[in-house]
Each structure stands twice: as structure tokens, then as C-alpha cells.
């Protein structure tokens, strides 16, 4: 019989261990993994949370069946962002069949199609930036993955209406997701609400003039627009205009976020470590015929992707995932109480000595052939998740960061302002704290090639 897990002492009168979580979240999962093992509670005002902290007990997290561990319920503060009858605001069983329409966007050769315009979007996005200068980083990399996100999923009617002043809309969106929002995100007057509500509309109304633009055309894009127009539910049901609105801003808003956080901190990380870079930067020649990058060789360059690997270990994009706990869950030995919540932390796991060796130290070679430390367990690398609940995009995701840092490093000499770059705890998707920013001088070599005429230029 499984007993109680056991609670990590400390924390203060209700709010529990709430203030050193959001402290340094790691530091404190990881004191609770040393003292009381892979199972562990922590007190988060008031609620009991248990905490699943290595490879095996994150197995059992992300295997658990939705009527035993929901993520419906914690993740309820998302639906004034996507809507009513979506994601998580509907069944576990209509959300699964929601998920399955984006499948036929993210196949191989829809990525392939998917090349040339992401390649476009992050030429045009460094045409502005001149010879020399200097950027905010993490805004930059925001930017440009709304962009290159929109232009490959929504198609280039949406792009061309999404110009750089309205790419905020996306952190609007963000900014709704807070404290307030994990109690009720239909409070009134709360400012972040409503910024978040108007840019809802905002880019509801936007999707809803490409989507009529898109019926009225006899030719298809191929993309995540088109599959949801062509979609049916197991009863036969097409989809509501409702519907395909809100799994469009899902579908983007999570994308992009998690994708601009990871390119951020690669960059962080290659430029803090130049000796790793320098490698990056030889791998680029090698097999590039001309200036297009093929997917075949974004797909050759194994160097820079095991240092978009390690971005994800030390800094992934989500801190902490979630689940309420419908019914008593056994994992192993020990107990999570139905009522409660239980958690698994990206960010803590992928700093386990006894998973990662010398878990804090750069080493993108990890990952390499012979070594590969994340293989060496299920469910030990969980920064797209794990089990039946890994992010579809992933594959989509690291192509995007591979072709914004070829196409960037082959283009400039890159630069940091600053160092010692620390995670920013305060923000739902955990990217560098202010300032980061990035230095840039262009490269003198042969002309670039130019994006294709009216594709990929801000409008």
C-alpha cells in the first residue's frame, strides 16, 4: 500500500513553499529530491502539491490517464486566450481529436515546404537591422517567431496583415497569464485582462478575414489553416470558424513562445561559450550548395542541434507542468492524494547528477554519438514533455531555431552587451532576465539571396 509522500519541511504560515519556488525554483525541487526522494510534496498556499522528480516517477506523470491526472483543470486560465470548446476548455476525448488536426501540418513534407519560407522571414527580419547595432534579444527572437509561426501555420494572407507593431498582440496575450489568472482569469478591471482581451479580438478578427480569404481561393496552402478547413470529428462535425480561430491562436501562442525562449537561450549560450561556437559556425559550410538552406541540410547540422538540446536541458521554456489529481495516484510507493496537484519540473530534472553528468556545465557533446545521456532513460530530457502528452511541434520548433541562428551566424558577427545571464523566474515562459542584448556587425562576404517577391517582408 502506497503511503502519504512525504512534505518538504520549511516554507511559511499558508503561502507554504510558494516564495522560495518562485525564488529559485530548482534549488528548492532539488533540496526536496536529496532529502525525500523521487516523490516528494511541497504546500503552495494552501494546496498540497506533489512533486515527481526523475526519470521513472516523471514516467508515471506523464503516462497517467487524463481522468487521474488533469491537466483540464489546472490549465483552465488558458481559455479567454483560446477560446471557448478548445484545448483545454472541452473533453479530454474532443481536445485529443483537436490535437490530431495538427498532425497533417507538421509531416515531413509539410516541414519541407516550411523551409524556404522560414528562411524568407528571418532574411527579411535582419534586412533592418542595418550594418552594425544592437538588439534586445528575447524581443527579437519574440518577433521573429510570431512571423515565422503565423506565415508557416496561418499562411501569408495572416502574415501580411501581421506587421511588427501588432506582433505584441502575442505578449499581450502572455501578460493575461499570471497569478490572478490561475484564480479566475474572468476577473473584471484587471488591466492585464483586458490588454489580454483586446488583443484576442484583435487577432481573432485578423484570423477570421485570412480564413474567408482562404474559403474564397480554389487553391490550397497545404498548412494548419488548410487542415482544419478539411478537418472532421469522429461523428463527421466540420469545425466551427470558432473553433479553427481558437486552435489557431493555441496553436501559434504556445509555439511561438516556447520556440523564441529556446532560440534566445542558444544564442545565450553559444556566445557565451566561443570555443563550442566556433564549431557551430565551421559545420554551416559544410554540404551548403548557394546560399538556399535545404531541409536536408538544416537536418546534417548535428553540432548546432545538440546545442539547441542543451538550451532545452539548462533552460528550458517551462519551469514547472502541472496536473490536478482527480483520484488518489500511486507512484511506486508513495501517494498522490486526489484534491491536490502534482507537478513535474523540467528544470530541476535536467539538473539531476545521477540522469546528467556534471549537470550544470555547457556540454552540448552529451548528446553526441557514445555518450547520448538522454537516452539513457525514458523520460529524462522533458522540455517538449513526455509520454503521450509531447509537444507534437517539437520537430517543427527546432527546425525554426536552427534556421534563425544559420541564417543570423552566417550573416553577422554576434556579441553579447553583457554576461552572467540568470533566468527570469517572474514570467510564465523562463527566458534571460534584463537586459540581454545582442550585438551584431554583418559579415563581409557574397550577397545574401533575397526573399522571394511579396513573401516573408513585413507589410
Known amino acids: 500500500m502506497s503511503a502519504l509522500a512525504p512534505m518538504l519541511p520549511g516554507g511559511l504560515p499558508w503561502l507554504g513553499?510558494?516564495?522560495?519556488?518562485?525564488?529559485?525554483?530548482?534549488?528548492?525541487?532539488?533540496?526536496?529530491?536529496?532529502?525525500?526522494?523521487?516523490?516528494?510534496?511541497?504546500?503552495?498556499?494552501?494546496?498540497?502539491?506533489t512533486v515527481c522528480l526523475g526519470p521513472r516517477a516523471q514516467g508515471a506523470f506523464f503516462q497517467a490517464p487524463e481522468t487521474r491526472l488533469s491537466a483540464r483543470d489546472v490549465y483552465r486560465f488558458t481559455t479567454p486566450i483560446f477560446g471557448r470548446g478548445v484545448v483545454y476548455d472541452t473533453t479530454p476525448e474532443m481536445m485529443d481529436e483537436q490535437m490530431g488536426f495538427l498532425y497533417p501540418a507538421l509531416r515531413d513534407d509539410r516541414l519541407r515546404a516550411y523551409t524556404r519560407a522560414m528562411q524568407d522571414e528571418v532574411e527579411a527580419f535582419v534586412t533592418g537591422w542595418g550594418d552594425e547595432g544592437e538588439v534586445d534579444l528575447a524581443a527579437a527572437m519574440n518577433e521573429?517567431?510570431?512571423?515565422?509561426?503565423?506565415?508557416?501555420?496561418?499562411?501569408?494572407?495572416?502574415?501580411?496583415?501581421?506587421?511588427?507593431?501588432?506582433?505584441h498582440l502575442f505578449h499581450d496575450l502572455e501578460g493575461g497569464i499570471n497569478l490572478l489568472g490561475f484564480i479566475n482569469p474572468w476577473l473584471p478591471l484587471v488591466p492585464a485582462f483586458r490588454r489580454r482581451d483586446r488583443a484576442r479580438a484583435r487577432l481573432g478578427a485578423m484570423i477570421r478575414t485570412a480564413l474567408a480569404g482562404r474559403r474564397a481561393r480554389a487553391e490550397r496552402s497545404g498548412d494548419f489553416l488548410d487542415a482544419l478547413l478539411d478537418a472532421r470529428y469522429a461523428d463527421g462535425r466540420a469545425l466551427s470558424d470558432d473553433e479553427i480561430v481558437g486552435l489557431l491562436v493555441a496553436t501559434i501562442f504556445a509555439g511561438q513562445h516556447t520556440s523564441a525562449v529556446m532560440a534566445t537561450w542558444t544564442a545565450v549560450l553559444l556566445l557565451e561559450h566561443p570555443e563550442y561556437l566556433a564549431r557551430v559556425l565551421d559545420e554551416q559550410g559544410e554540404g551548403l550548395d548557394g546560399e538556399e538552406v535545404t531541409l536536408e541540410h538544416l537536418r546534417r547540422l548535428a553540432v548546432?542541434?545538440?546545442?539547441?538540446?542543451?538550451?532545452?536541458?539548462?533552460?528550458?521554456?517551462?519551469?514547472?507542468l502541472m496536473r490536478r489529481v482527480a483520484e488518489d495516484f500511486p507512484i511506486g510507493d508513495r501517494l498522490a492524494p486526489a484534491g491536490g496537484l502534482a507537478m513535474v519540473s523540467p528544470a530541476a530534472a535536467h539538473r539531476l547528477p545521477d540522469v546528467f553528468a556534471e549537470p550544470d556545465r555547457f556540454d552540448p557533446d552529451r548528446f553526441g554519438p557514445g555518450r547520448e545521456e538522454d537516452r539513457r532513460a525514458r523520460?529524462?530530457?522533458?522540455?517538449?514533455?513526455?509520454?503521450?502528452?509531447r509537444c507534437i511541434g517539437s520537430a517543427f520548433a527546432q527546425q525554426q531555431i536552427k534556421m534563425i541562428w544559420s541564417v543570423i551566424l552566417r550573416r553577422f558577427e554576434l556579441s553579447l552587451a553583457s554576461s552572467g545571464h540568470r533566468p527570469d523566474y517572474a514570467t510564465f515562459v523562463v527566458g534571460p532576465q534584463a537586459p540581454c542584448r545582442l550585438r551584431y556587425r554583418r559579415r563581409r562576404r557574397v550577397a545574401v539571396v533575397a526573399p522571394a517577391a511579396g513573401v516573408g517582408q513585413p507589410a
Open 144 to 167: 521573429l517567431t510570431v512571423f515565422v509561426a503565423s506565415r508557416c501555420l496561418v499562411g501569408e494572407e495572416f502574415r501580411r496583415a501581421l506587421t511588427p507593431d501588432l506582433a
Open 17 to 49: 513553499h510558494a516564495l522560495a519556488l518562485r525564488r529559485d525554483p530548482v534549488a528548492l525541487l532539488l533540496e526536496g529530491r536529496a532529502r525525500l526522494g523521487d516523490v516528494f510534496a511541497i504546500r503552495l498556499a494552501g494546496t498540497r502539491v
Open 304 to 320: 548546432l542541434e545538440r546545442a539547441i538540446k542543451e538550451a532545452e536541458r539548462l533552460h528550458p521554456p517551462l519551469v514547472m
Open 379 to 389: 523520460n529524462a530530457l522533458i522540455g517538449f514533455g513526455g509520454g503521450h502528452h
